[in-house]
């Protein structure tokens, strides 16, 4: 991660898939912007004063990623994490790591170089992103 940023309208590129939102210029450098919610399938929600964009840097290459929120950052050890469930269904979990109970919270971990950089993504050269 690079850093959290209040989200700022993107500029929409005609023909990209829905989950891509667009760019933005953050300091001279185009960035592509990715909505996870659509990306992963989830219900879609109004972007609000708690909406950030994740600025990632996957490969060499800078994206962001839309959420609804950050609360928190945190750093867990490994005996929280558990292995991610096998489901029997269409769904691809490739991405899911682990899941981790937190107080409360249950989160599901996620392996977001391997998500930005999946070929259906098209924000990376495969053929980069193999070596």
């Keep these: 991660m690079q850093e959290i940023r209040s989200y ?8 990209a898939p829905a989950f891509i939102k667009g760019v933005v210029n953050l300091r001279g450098v185009i ?8 990306k992963l399938g989830c219900e879609k ?3 609000n004063g708690f909406t950030v ?5 996957v490969h060499g ?16 050890s490994s005996e929280l994490i558990k292995p991610a469930p096998e489901m029997n269904t269409t769904v691809d979990t490739g991405f899911i790591t682990g899941i981790a109970s937190v107080g409360e919270r249950m ?4 392996d977001i170089e391997a998500l930005m950089s999946s070929a259906d993504m098209g924000l990376m050269d495969t053929s980069q992103s193999l070596q």
């Design 8 to 15: 700022e309208e993107p500029t929409r590129i005609a023909n």
């Design 53 to 57: 964009v994740i600025v990632l840097n």
């Design 31 to 38: 960035v592509p912007v990715v909505d996870l919610r659509t």
């Design 45 to 47: 929600v109004e972007y």
């Design 61 to 76: 290459r800078v994206v962001g990623a839309v959420v609804d929120s950050v609360s928190d950052v945190l750093e867990l």
């Design 107 to 110: 989160l599901i971990l996620m």
